[in-house]
């Protein structure tokens, strides 16, 4: 049996007090070793003057940007740096390389070039070249946000395929049954609660507790697919379904802070991207959420597939960051 969220809250409170463009790719080799690190570290390997320079405080500054929509500032990515001449060994099977080349002989303008499994198996290299620094500099600034957001693309769909392969299939069977659609969650979700248009899964974790939340609606504008729809639409259902710990307390999205809503194209379909922080209304609870509103076109409905996370005190870049890439999974794939 299934662990029902019901009092889950109360239960909480008392336990807590580059995109395609011009990116080229090279062929796999055979037979290599894994790529080792972390999620969201990158290897920097560049002359060291240039590393001390404004062209390296330029480089740290984008690849160490403050993650949008957290309560606390956390860096996009974990930077390690290696002189040329020291990149060997272990450092050469981390799972993300950036290798800066500055040479007149070589390059006659600044650009980017991919490689993947160069000496790990899952590895991806990325070159960024130019014939001077200055030319170096005047492309970062030209293109700010870009190697970070290959990055994130990159760890992002690593996480997918692992949830392709390991997920929580009751969950996904739910979601099926209720909805028609496929998504694939962390098999760590343990409980959860559901209504007609309603699901709620969560890992009910004391530290680092991740959830996700599915409703539908019917789609009868297209304003439906702007920030300000979604956000009223979420608060609707949040406060119907989502509880605090005392009476007549509920989620609410929260105001104060700047909200984040991007319309993006996925593996052929349209979606909103919705990011910004949640917090319990007559309660002290809150963290980030993000969520991505799908039109199912046959049914004439918007799905939308949300996950938050609480984690007091700790980090939650990668919590929120890992339950996004199982976002990404989500699509219409029977009648419900």
């Known amino acids: 049996m299934r662990t029902q969220i019901v009092l ?21 080799a055979a037979s290599l ?14 002359d060291r003057d240039a590393w001390n320079g404004e062209v390296g405080e330029l480089l740290q500054e984008q690849l160490r940007a403050p993650i949008p929509a957290l309560p606390q500032a956390e860096a996009s990515m974990r930077v390690t740096y290696s002189e040329p001449s020291g990149f060997s060994g272990l450092l050469r099977y981390v799972r993300n390389i950036l290798i800066v080349s500055v040479d007149p002989n070589r390059y006659t303008k600044a650009g980017t070039r991919e490689s993947l499994d160069e000496w790990a198996s ?11 620094t200055a030319a170096l500099t005047e492309f ?3 293109n700010e946000g870009r190697l970070v957001n290959h990055f994130n693309r990159v ?10 392969k390991s997920h929580s299939s009751w969950i996904n069977e739910k979601l099926k049954s209720r909805f028609g659609i496929s998504l694939f969650v962390p098999e760590d979700m343990s409980a959860y609660k559901e209504e007609t248009d309603f699901f709620w899964g969560s ?12 409703y539908s609606f019917p789609y009868t504008a297209q304003e ?5 729809y979604l956000v009223a639409m979420r608060d609707s259902v949040v406060r119907r379904n989502v509880p605090g710990s ?12 700047e909200l984040s809503y991007e319309p993006i194209t996925y593996r052929g379909e349209y979606r909103g991207v919705l990011r910004g922080l949640w917090r319990m209304e007559g309660d002290k609870m809150g963290g980030p959420f993000v969520s991505h509103a799908l039109l199912d076109k046959k049914k004439g409905r918007v799905i939308v597939a949300e996950s938050f996370v609480y984690a007091p005190e700790s980090k939650k870049a990668n919590l929120i960051r890992r339950m996004e890439a199982a976002l990404f999974t989500l699509r219409v794939v029977l009648s419900s």
């Open 203 to 214: 890992n009910n974790a004391n530290r680092g507790r991740t959830d996700i939340l599915v």
């Open 33 to 46: 070793r894994r790529a080792t690190g972390w999620p969201f570290e990158v290897v920097v390997v560049m």
């Open 122 to 132: 899952g590895q991806n290299v990325v070159t960024l070249y130019a014939p001077t």
């Open 224 to 228: 439906a697919f702007t920030e300000d």
């Open 140 to 142: 970062l600034l030209l």
């Open 155 to 164: 760890e992002r769909e690593r996480w997918i395929v692992g949830l392709s």
């Open 246 to 257: 005392f009476p007549n307390s509920y989620m609410k999205t929260e105001k104060r802070f």
């Open 8 to 28: 889950l809250w109360i239960s909480l409170s008392l336990m807590v007090g580059f995109s395609a463009c011009d990116w080229t790719s090279s062929s796999p």
